[in-house]
């Protein structure tokens, strides 16, 4: 029988069920192997739903570096029966089934072309324990021992974590390592004989990147950024992000000397009101944001449309899943570009931050941030499931010291009392951005009346057409000033000279950085430009302009992406290939490079995929 | 409407309060509602309320939603930053104003279709979030502005102008407000200024979430006979329970009254609302007795006004939070930013 053999590159997926606690000994052992400097990137693929329904957890183990979803699974850890026909199907031939043996499972439930290992998990954890409970969690503790000794994953690593995790709870610390050790010495002394092909071996590839998801990031970014106001409606997968900021709120925004926060924290009724809520605190000079996902979005787009209008800074953070509708709400998608690049009724346009990483997460929201307040409109970051409630191997966070907040235009009480004239609608620096002035300023001059009605550069009610022309022709002047302030796009060059180009964002990115590595090796060569931000800067132009044809990938059924592309630069919507990805997993690197190549000018096409194109 | 531009300058015996404004100074633009809409009394009734209290115009900011009523907060305190926000929704847009910044003086203007059809969820959850504001619901039962359909504060049995009778029961705004923990709930009608500025003012110096609800009659959709909005219906029907007057500070007491007569309530802003009951069997510190008087009296066809309920102990949202006392917006890097040196520790944590 075949047998997959890999040091330090393979997929190993756990099949459990909700709630059983597995997630915990499943992300232990993912960091056991990042301990052994060996990179790994492990996905969430769960339910909606609380306890009982089948959740999986996918790990990739890549010393190469690549972080992205691979695609097939080399061992397969079967801990759910109501899933594993379907389980065992995943396996790749001449990969590993993992599972409890304690019962009997019959000969046909098996296949031939995959090896076995059995380890009679329950039984070890039942004699051993008699809570009910206990014998549960530990019973995930003993599947990690016995996997870290088939894998060769050591010891020491595991007792380094338990001890970092079980700080001042010693006992804790003693009896998680006796049960790994139970299920490490299970294997030792019953299949003594038995090797597996994938194994764990110490490396140094990890450096100095740090472990974490994208909405804590984001949350991060947030506290760095100077957020004092959030408001947020539950939902999947954002919820974790405003959770986040709560806890790192808690722990830096206490005031020393009177315990008084420095922030406030509003679960409003819905998204109506989050949105709401982000409008009247950026209205009155507080940095302020909300986390929503596509279903939140679509409830705040009338408000969407007012801070377009009345120029209030906003940042809205999108974790985005699978829509329409309800649509797959614990799955990843990246479908609600159009949905906010152009939210709300009548002539609106909004800045769109696109991060790949947590890094970036934490990067683009603190960014936006500033953005909103220099811009006086709305900020959407747009991550996604994959990024969002992941975590990821990603670069440290860094911070400027001397950084400081940019607080945009807003005319100062001294700057009034000079005289200074103030005109809350009229563009006085030719950028199309206005001066403002925050309520309570001062006692005589620079009050204004906000509305979402139109009005002159004085903020006086009018309906006269030129009135709206001024206002809305300055807004498009302000979204050119965007262009240039939000995150460049970066441009990825081939090894070879090519023709060929490629677009593609966020959370694309790991499998992308692979597929490049693939289609290389199979003679294809593609420059890349990877899109940070929206509007469009001209850097995207001159990207498309200098390549004959140009893929986007995207991952949703519609190519948003492309539509915003051919929309705003006037493209022949010809030269741009879409490659798109939407069934709600997160697009993998065999998949991108597939899809190129497929859709590749004939020339370019491989001799050997010519002729089976010819015989197909 | 009136088309007659207001004199820029004021007569110079016009008096001066103790800030220094004369009431003109706390005027807006010239009103573009109906002649004799009550909307415009109120307006009047905010303006006198201000002036008296001796507030900085520039220390209020004025919020409302869409409709009649929340066009008007263009017509008074022209010194004040104002917002006409999206329909149903300035509950939670003043609710993030006040986070922002706890120190200005926050007043939502609002109709009954804003605030209790569209609007409804809002109104509620800024109510039983204690946001402080005076929060001034100017109640026609009509939607004025797209020509005379009933709204949901409209009576059951009440007729339109073109002659249809409301089938559904009407929202207690009241009621509700009082249900959920409002801390100062008052109604009012337009057309008796002398009761609705002390309930202004009483609202204004509150400090929590402070509910007026003001019968508001609409003369182009809404006073005719068949209405219980109408001027002459209100007129009719209307039972104060009490009368406050509104001091500054604490003034002796000077005319004689009954044991129980009178409530001296101290404000957050150290205001004294001295409150005289005008019937014996309302008790206007119990909430749910005054819950249940309201809803026996209108079952007997009375509209009951006056300043029915007060909690003097009132908190507000941001104590519930502990907000810190400088105001959010005030803010800089110094005292939000953590810094690398956290940072650093931070990636270390997620190694």
């Known amino acids: ?616 | 409407m009136t088309y007659i531009a207001k004199p820029r300058l004021h007569h110079p015996s016009l008096t001066r309060n103790k800030v220094g404004y004369t009431r003109r100074d706390y005027e807006g633009r010239i009103s573009t509602l109906c002649a004799g809409c009550g909307h415009d009394s109120i307006s009047a009734a905010i303006v006198q309320a201000c002036w008296e209290l001796d507030i900085e115009p520039h220390r209020v900011a004025k919020l409302s939603g869409i409709g009649c009523s929340s066009k008007t907060p263009d017509y008074f305190l022209g010194a004040s930053h104002g917002f006409n926000t999206v329909h149903g929704r300035m509950p939670s847009v003043l609710t993030g104003a006040n986070l922002a910044n706890r120190e200005l003086i926050y007043l939502g203007v609002s109709g009954d279709g804003d605030s209790a059809s569209i609007g409804l969820g809002q109104f509620a959850n800024a109510m039983r979030r204690g946001v402080r504001m005076a929060y001034i619901v100017e109640n026609n039962g009509v939607y004025g502005l797209t020509k005379g359909q009933f709204s949901a504060t409209a009576d059951r049995g009440s007729k339109s102008k073109k002659g249809a009778l409301n089938q559904d029961n009407p929202i207690d705004l009241v009621g509700l407000a009082l249900q959920l923990g409002a801390t100062y709930v008052a109604r009012g009608f337009s057309g008796d200024k002398d009761q609705l500025v002390p309930l202004i003012k009483g609202a204004l110096g509150h400090g929590g979430a402070a509910f007026v609800d003001v019968i508001s009659p609409c003369v182009a959709f809404n006073n005719h006979s068949g209405s219980t909005k109408s001027y002459d219906y209100v007129r009719q029907h209307n039972e104060a329970v009490s009368r406050i007057d509104f001091m500054p500070t604490r003034e002796e007491i000077t005319a004689e009254y009954e044991p129980g007569e009178l409530i001296e309530v101290e404000q957050h802003d150290g205001s004294i609302l001295r409150l005289r009951k005008l019937d014996q069997d309302y008790d206007p510190t119990r909430r749910y007795a005054a819950l249940n008087t309201m809803h026996e009296r209108h079952e007997r066809g009375e509209i009951v006004t006056g300043l029915l309920y007060v909690d003097p102990l009132s908190l507000d949202l941001h104590a519930g939070l502990n907000t810190s006392h400088q105001p959010l917006n005030s803010l800089g890097p110094e005292e939000l930013c953590p810094g690398i040196g956290a940072l650093s520790k931070i990636n270390a944590a997620l190694r």
């Open chain 1, 1 to 616: 029988m075949k047998r997959i053999e890999s040091i330090n590159e393979f997929v190993i997926k756990f099949a459990n069920v909700n709630g059983s606690g597995s997630a915990s000994a499943n992300e232990l052992f993912a960091k056991a192997i990042l301990r052994m400097g060996v990179p790994v990137s492990p996905r969430n693929i769960f339910p909606s739903n609380i306890q009982g329904l089948p959740t999986w957890y996918e790990v990739r183990v890549s010393e190469q570096g690549w972080l992205g979803r691979r695609g097939g699974i080399d061992m397969m850890v079967a801990m759910n029966p109501q899933t594993w026909d379907a389980d065992l199907a995943e396996i790749e031939p001449g990969g590993y089934l993992f599972y409890d043996s304690t019962r009997a499972i019959p000969d046909s439930k098996f296949r031939s072309d995959v090896h076995v290992i059995g380890v009679p998990l329950t039984e070890i954890s039942n004699s051993n324990y008699r809570d009910a409970r206990q014998r549960q969690l530990f019973k995930n503790i003993i599947y990690v021992g016995a996997l870290s000794m088939l894998l060769g994953v050591e010891p020491e690593v595991f007792e380094k974590l338990f001890a970092e995790q079980y700080k001042g709870k010693e006992l804790l610390l003693a009896s998680n390592m006796k049960a790994l050790h139970m299920g490490r010495d299970w294997v030792e002394q019953n299949l003594s004989g038995f090797s597996i092909g994938i194994k764990v071996q110490r490396a140094n590839n990890v450096g100095d990147r740090i472990f974490t998801d994208g909405n804590s990031a984001a949350a991060l970014g947030c506290l760095y950024g100077g957020a004092t106001v959030a408001a947020w409606y539950p939902i999947t997968p954002s919820s974790s992000l405003p959770e986040a900021f709560q806890s790192y709120c808690d722990k830096f925004r206490i005031d020393p000397a009177t315990g008084q926060r420095r922030f406030a924290i509003i679960q409003a009724e819905d998204e109506i009101a989050s949105i709401g809520i982000v409008v009247g605190a950026g209205w009155n000079g507080a940095r302020a944001f909300t986390a929503t996902s596509g279903p939140g979005i679509s409830l705040m787009t009338e408000f969407i449309g007012l801070a377009y209008f009345a120029e209030i800074p906003v940042v809205i953070i999108d974790v985005q899943r699978g829509g329409p509708s309800t649509g797959m709400p614990t799955r990843t998608q990246q479908s609600d570009l159009l949905a906010c690049a152009y939210a709300s009724h009548g002539d609106t346009k909004h800045v769109l931050l696109i991060p790949e990483d947590p890094y970036e997460c934490f990067d683009h929201a603190a960014a936006a941030l500033d953005l909103a307040e220099r811009l006086q409109t709305v900020v959407f970051v747009m991550t996604d499931l994959d990024i969002g409630m992941n975590q990821r191997l990603t670069r440290p966070f860094d911070w400027d010291e001397t950084r400081t907040f940019d607080r945009g235009k807003v005319m100062s009480a001294a700057e009034l009392e000079a005289g200074r004239d103030f005109g809350r609608y009229k563009d006085v620096d030719g950028d199309g951005i206005p001066w403002r002035t925050l309520p309570g300023t001062h006692p005589t001059k620079g009050a204004y009346f906000t509305r979402g009605t139109t009005r002159d550069p004085y903020a006086r009610y009018s309906e006269k057409g030129p009135d709206y022309m001024y206002n809305m022709e300055r807004l498009t002047r302000k979204f050119q000033t965007a262009a240039n302030l939000v995150p460049a796009p970066l441009e990825r060059k081939a090894r070879a000279a090519t023709r060929l180009g490629v677009i593609y964002f966020g959370s694309t990115s790991p499998a992308m950085a692979e597929a490049f590595h693939l289609l290389e090796e199979n003679g294809v060569y593609l420059d890349g430009l990877r899109l940070r931000a929206f509007p469009f800067s001209d850097a995207v132009r001159a990207f498309i302009d200098s390549h004959d044809e140009v893929f986007v990938v995207e991952q949703n059924r519609d190519a948003q992406m492309h539509t915003l592309l051919v929309t705003e630069l006037e493209i022949d919507p010809a030269r741009l290939v879409k490659v798109l990805h939407y069934d709600g997993t997160p697009v993998t690197a065999r998949f991108i490079s597939k899809a190129i190549r497929e859709r590749l000018p004939e020339r370019r096409r491989l001799p050997s995929e010519r002729k089976a194109k010819e015989a197909a």
